[in-house]
């Protein structure tokens, strides 16, 4: 286990000596978002969602009440919670238990235990974020071949990410920094070390659900192994159970499953990427046309040649669709896509051969732009928001 850690640690410090000489001067540019990053930390509060301090709350108190804290409401925590919205004045979650797992849990306790803990969980975030940023290029440069240097554009692509994440972490203090990370983790080990692969799935899976969705693209690119897949299926699922243990205490499954892991219901949010006809908004319209597109794109049906006929072979040969395609479905089905849900993109677009990359980065880019707007509409509204910054 010993040399497997080190060698692990060797292989990352090879790809990152890699990739910061292949980058050349545009390296400059990593310490220039970082001190972005850092300097929005310091100095400006989260400006539309309280999610942040909510976070810090639950961690703060998890020391009292332990993990029985998914069964308390903030104001049955403490009278006196006074969490709110910055904008609006609500009270973040005032009815609502909490509905993150295990390690995101133990994540916020440790840091609200540290002097300045909301400062540092932004930094920390950031930090994750540039660590992403070395994954996301590593990762496009596997599927060129290392002998290959990145073009222009898929560095432009790889520094998106750290420009694009700056609102969420820096500002927001939304953990999705962290979600990518296990997004981009089992792709990332996989050639090397399946098994850690899997196993990263089954950790990850205890931050936030979503990263379960990078399973069925490993077991089908095992199909072949059929030990090594069912092996890593059973890490998996093993990490995944062992994890559970202290939610096995409290009714947070239970209650979970039922609103389908959507608790908006007790928050009074409204969808604002859904599938369903009854909150039509323009992302969930454009969203949709991707989902199509990238089912088209899987299966092979593309025009070629002046025909618009193409064999269905090779389907799972092309089974570097199948996160995304997943991913686009869960959003679908889950009805409370925010804007920050659409960075766990990233993880999923570094897999793509470069010239489908390019086309649905750019349809990401615009959903995600007109996502933002959504968003803000459904929660304070654009007049309200600007206020803000007047």
């Known amino acids: 286990m010993q040399n497997s850690n080190r060698s692990l640690l060797h292989h990352c410090y090879s790809h990152l000596f890699t990739i910061i000489d292949d980058l050349g001067s545009l390296k400059y540019l990593i310490p220039f978002f970082l001190l972005v990053h850092f300097t929005l930390a310091l100095f400006i509060p989260p400006l539309v969602t309280s999610d942040f301090e909510r976070n810090l709350f639950y961690g703060k108190y998890f020391w009292e009440y332990g993990f029985s804290v998914y069964d308390m409401t903030p104001l049955e925590i403490d009278p006196l919670y006074n969490v709110r919205d910055t904008l609006t004045g609500e009270y973040s979650y ?20 540290l002097p300045f803990s909301s400062v540092i969980a932004k930094w920390f975030l950031s930090c994750v974020d540039v660590f992403n940023f070395f994954v996301i290029y590593s990762l496009i440069r596997s599927r060129k071949g290392e002998e290959n240097e990145c073009t222009l554009s898929e560095k432009g692509f790889a520094f998106s990410y750290l420009l694009l994440s700056i609102p969420f972490s820096a500002i927001e203090g939304q953990a999705t920094a962290i979600t990518i990370l296990f997004l981009l983790l089992p792709l990332f080990l996989y050639n090397r070390y399946q098994i850690v692969s899997y196993l990263s799935i089954g950790i990850g899976f205890h931050w936030k659900y979503v990263s379960v969705l990078v399973l069925p ?63 039509p908004s323009i992302s969930s319209v454009l969203s949709s046309g991707i989902l199509i597109l990238a089912v088209i794109f899987w299966v092979g049906y593309l025009p070629k040649d002046k025909t618009m006929k193409r064999s269905f072979n090779g389907i799972l040969e092309r089974i570097y669709w199948l996160p995304f395609i997943l991913l686009l479905i869960f959003l679908k089905i889950y009805s409370t896509a925010f804007p920050w849900y659409w960075m766990w993109f990233f993880a999923c677009l570094t897999i793509l051969p470069c010239q489908d ?32 910054f007047m």
Request: avoid cysteine.
């Open 217 to 279: 693209y490993l077991l089908i690119l095992d199909r072949k192994l059929v030990k090594q897949a069912l092996l890593g299926f059973l890490t998996s699922i093993f990490s995944i159970v062992l994890l559970s243990f202290p939610l096995l205490y409290s009714s947070f499954i239970l209650r979970y499953l039922s609103s389908f892991g959507n608790l908006g219901e007790y928050s009074g949010q409204l969808p604002s990427n859904p599938f369903f006809i009854f909150y």
């Open 357 to 388: 990359r390019k086309l649905f980065m750019i349809l990401l880019g615009f959903t995600f732009t007109i996502g933002l707007i959504d968003f803000i509409q459904m929660t304070v509204g654009i007049p309200v928001f600007l206020e803000f």
């Open 94 to 113: 005032p009815n609502t238990t909490y509905d993150y797992p295990t390690i995101q849990l133990l994540f916020w306790a440790g840091l609200s235990i």
